[in-house]
């Protein structure tokens, strides 16, 4: 079957031919092999899913978890692993609409939806891009002025020269992007494996952390940082993201070619998201470790949690390796960010714009309320500005994940691939839970305000 053919058998859902391919600069740059080894074409696939996997440890996820683990110990495990079980399923959905139908999520929106729809859809969007890039300015400018004394209000205008790093690895190709997420995320990891085996927490502990507990519905305030985490974690802008750079692989498009690619992008994004759940509940685990059982139960900032490290373990270099990671994470999420905002406006609005331009404007929207706090209230309102970031994430979250889940189980929209019975209602139920916590976590964060 001929590529037209493969693409013919989804139009029949959509209103309009696909007018433009979703990031045209690196669309379908990258070739999987046709013969070899299974493990050679998983090889030649992987990437896309690490790119998603930052988001889910970026500065935002860091504060919660600090939170969680220093007030409440092991017992929020359980919150990060449904986290990322939830998000595993959210992201092999966006990797399936990307590669069935060549369109990436915010394309498929501007095509279902009616125009007043698709605007508010993408108003929405962008100031969830913004908010997590105000987390990730926020969290960058925090290391730099923890590891070398850079006034917090600098480190945030340094940030906008990330911007020409991204720019730079792309016109190299996508792979050197890739290249430079991994390592970044490995970087990360071996910081918080150093610091677990210092932090000598308690195994049973841990273990015990990872079951269900009901004490998370008893105790509001318990039950309001375990939201925290959730929105902290699953990550509205990353769904859109995902959609998109699965096609930067030059896929058979044929039934059998989007079947292997299908299953060759959750794989990648499933492994992926396992290494970040390692790193979301090693952070806890630290804290836990580290601050619930020498009493400091209050610690639930960034800049505390590095100062207290290095006196409660002995060493000075346990907030150095602290700070290291999260300036990797700073810059790692900074970089998936930059990509999203370029996905969104493009496929809502369907206009281009010159990709320094895009990038400047969306690294723009975050840095300039950032600079605004903290001239007005100092580096104390960092705490604010990051809780309030992960509060409009939470808000724009629905608005991602339920018209993925609708395009996905669409028959019309992705024949034979439509999403089964079973994934149906367990997706379904993610979108109601989620939809559900993060209307609670409205209500409580507004409660709080006034």
Request: proline share 3%.
């Amino acid at each position: 079957m001929g590529k037209e053919t493969g693409l013919a058998m989804h139009n029949q859902g959509w209103k309009q031919e696909r007018a433009n391919v979703s990031l045209p600069e690196v669309h379908g740059s990258l070739t999987i092999p046709k013969t070899g080894s299974w493990f050679r074409k998983f090889l030649a696939f992987a990437g896309p899913g690490y790119l998603v996997a930052v988001g889910y440890m970026d500065p935002g996820n860091w504060a919660t978890d600090i939170a969680g683990g220093s007030m409440f110990g092991y017992s929020l495990l359980f919150v990060i692993l449904l986290s990322n079980i939830m998000a595993m399923l959210l992201q092999s959905l966006a990797g399936k609409l990307g590669i069935v139908t060549g369109r990436d999520l915010a394309q498929a929106c501007r095509d279902h939806y009616s125009k007043p729809v698709s605007m508010a859809l993408w108003i929405l969007c962008e100031l969830a891009i913004a908010a997590c890039d105000l987390a990730e300015v926020l969290g960058t400018a925090i290391a730099l002025n923890l590891l070398f004394g850079i006034p917090i209000l600098y480190g945030v205008i340094i940030t906008v020269l990330d911007v020409f790093i991204v720019l730079l690895l792309q016109n190299k190709g996508f792979r050197y992007i890739e290249a430079l997420v991994i390592t970044l995320i490995g970087t990360i990891g071996v910081c918080f494996l150093i610091e677990i085996i210092w932090a000598k927490p308690d195994a049973g502990g841990v273990l015990a952390g990872f079951a269900p507990n009901m004490e998370l519905f008893r105790n509001p305030e318990m039950l309001y940082i375990g939201i925290g985490i959730l929105g902290a974690t699953v990550m509205p802008h990353n769904l859109y993201l995902h959609s998109s750079i699965v096609q930067t692989r030059q896929i058979e498009q044929t039934p059998k070619g989007k079947r292997q690619a299908i299953r060759f992008a959750t794989a990648d994004s499933t492994i992926a998201l396992t290494l970040a759940l390692f790193i979301n509940a090693a952070i806890l685990i630290i804290a836990a470790a580290t601050f619930h059982t020498t009493g400091n139960t209050a610690i639930a900032e960034i800049g505390d949690a590095y100062h207290m490290l290095a006196p409660l373990l002995g060493t000075s270099a346990a907030s150095i390796l602290f700070g290291v990671a999260l300036l990797a994470a700073g810059q790692n999420a900074t970089l998936t960010g930059t990509l999203a905002g370029q996905i969104v406006m493009e496929g809502f609005l369907n206009i281009r714009l010159p990709a320094w331009l895009r990038r400047l404007i969306t690294r723009l929207i975050a840095v300039v309320p950032a600079v605004i706090v903290l001239a007005i209230v100092g580096d104390s309102g960092t705490a604010d500005l990051l809780i309030l970031s992960q509060v409009i994430l939470s808000l724009q979250l629905s608005f991602a994940v339920i018209p993925l889940v609708k395009f996905t189980s669409d028959k019309k929209k992705m024949g034979e691939f439509a999403n089964r019975l079973w994934m149906n209602i367990t997706a379904w139920t993610v979108a109601a839970i989620i939809a559900g916590l993060n209307i609670y976590l409205l209500y409580q964060t507004f409660t709080d305000w006034f």
